[in-house]
Every structure is written in structure tokens, then in C-alpha cells.
């Protein structure tokens, strides 16, 4: 009887830390973390920003006339108005990434939909659009996302791959892109750190300056996340 008790206790918390964290997990609200395998499209994406440093990055994906999704938090597009608003006249996509990079677990309802709201706000103050994708601050999700989700009309972004940019130098970085990048990934880097005004992303640009020549030439198609979903070419 103990060890039957243990066993459902064991699933329970496995299901809950699929729920929270899988990259697959639709538990707490409509979500999506790839694009069909059958395109050689790639998404690149950025969390975290705007920053000063995100017009470095600009430069860098207009070079190669490459679009990207940028997943922004409230706090920095507030701070950066006129950075949040470059990204949307270069051409990229926004989303949200929530006003202030909380994590969501062991939140109320309440707390979550007005993080998703106020972040919603700023951008379309900032920039006159409305997102329709939201990507949670470190993946995590939680009870009354799916309700937040359901009012503001978003759909939850997970990731193929992480670059894991906010820890790892350069080489490292482009190093995990190009020895796993398929078809369909979403590729999730970042062009801020948390809720930093100015931080130093160089090894963030310096990758991307490396990895988006290379996967050009390997036939990729670089996409936005909303396009990427709808597989246009």
C-alpha cells in the first residue's frame, strides 16, 4: 500500500514538472515550442529585452536580412520605448515575455494576468501593436496562465533549443546551435539579461554574427514564430 502510495506521489510531481517546465507542455495554457520538421525554417527568437544593446543586434540581422521574434518585458520597453520601437519598424516580430520577469510558480491568477497585461500595455503604447505570442520568464509555468492567456489572446512559446547565451562564451554558443539546428527549431537567445537596463550581451552578438551566416548557407530560412507556425516560405 506505501510503496502504490509513493508511486502515485512520484507521478504526481513528475506530471506537475512536466506541466511547469516541458517544453511540450500544454497543461497550463495553449503552447508551442517547434514548427513541422518538414521546411528547412528556423525561428530565432530573443528574451529580455529591449536593451541598448539590442540595436547592436539589429544591425547584425539586417546584414543578413534576416527577421527574428523578440519576446519583451514591460519593464524594458518602458525604459526603452524607442529601442522597442526600431525592433518593430526593422521588421521583427514582438512578444511578450511579461512585465518583470517573475517567475509564475506559486503565483495567484490575479499576479499572472496583470504581469501579462501590464506587459501588453507598454508595447502596445510603445509601439501601437498587440502581441500574440507570450513566452514565460525561465519557462515556467503555472495555475491561471491559461485564463491570462485566454483574455489577451496569447499563445505560449517554449523553445527547441536554448542557446544558453547568458552563460556561455561565444564559441560554446555557436557551437550548441550549429551541432543541433533541424528544421522547424525555435531557437531561444537573449538580447537582455533578466531585468538589467544595460547589460553586456556581446557574446550574444558575436554568436548570432557567427551562427546566421553559416545556417544561410546550409539552406535555412530564418523566420519569425508567427510565420514559422504557418510555414511560409
Same mark, same amino acid.
Not at 506537475?16 to 513541422?36: E, L
Not at 511578450?96 to 503565483?107: D, E, I, V, W, Y
Not at 492567456?149 to 556561455?168: F, H, I, P
Given at each position: ?37 518538414? @521546411? ?5 527568437? +530573443? ?7 539590442? /540595436?547592436? #543586434? %539589429?544591425? =547584425? ?74 513566452? @514565460? ?5 503555472? +495555475? ?7 483574455? /489577451?489572446? #496569447? %499563445?505560449? =512559446? ?76
Amino acid at each position: 500500500m506505501l510503496a502504490a502510495a509513493g508511486g502515485i506521489v512520484a507521478s504526481a510531481a513528475g506530471l506537475m514538472a512536466y506541466g511547469v517546465r516541458g517544453r511540450s507542455s500544454s497543461i497550463f495554457g495553449p503552447s508551442v515550442y517547434r514548427g513541422r520538421r518538414d @521546411a528547412n525554417n528556423i525561428a530565432i527568437t +530573443f528574451d529580455d529585452g529591449p536593451t541598448p544593446a539590442t /540595436l547592436h #543586434l %539589429l544591425d =547584425v540581422l539586417a546584414r543578413y536580412s534576416v527577421k527574428a521574434t523578440f519576446f519583451q518585458c514591460g519593464i524594458q520597453v518602458r525604459r526603452h520605448p524607442e529601442i522597442a520601437r526600431a525592433v518593430h519598424a526593422a521588421g521583427h516580430e514582438i512578444g511578450n515575455h511579461s512585465a518583470t520577469h517573475p517567475l509564475l510558480s506559486f503565483r495567484s491568477p490575479k499576479f499572472i494576468f496583470e504581469e501579462l497585461r501590464s506587459a501588453q500595455e507598454a508595447i502596445g503604447e510603445a509601439v501601437g501593436i498587440a502581441p500574440v505570442l507570450f513566452r @514565460a520568464p525561465y519557462g515556467v509555468r503555472w +495555475f491561471g496562465l491559461r485564463e491570462a492567456q485566454r483574455k /489577451l489572446n #496569447l %499563445l505560449g =512559446v517554449m523553445w527547441t533549443m536554448l542557446g544558453r547565451d547568458w552563460a556561455l562564451p561565444r564559441v560554446a554558443i555557436e557551437r550548441r546551435i550549429l551541432g543541433n539546428a533541424r528544421g522547424g527549431d525555435i531557437i531561444c537567445l537573449h538580447d537582455g539579461r533578466e531585468t538589467q537596463n544595460a547589460p553586456d550581451i556581446r557574446n550574444t552578438i558575436e554568436a548570432v554574427s557567427g551562427v546566421v551566416p553559416v545556417l544561410l548557407d546550409r539552406g535555412v530560412h530564418f523566420k519569425t514564430v508567427s510565420e514559422l507556425l504557418c510555414q511560409t516560405n
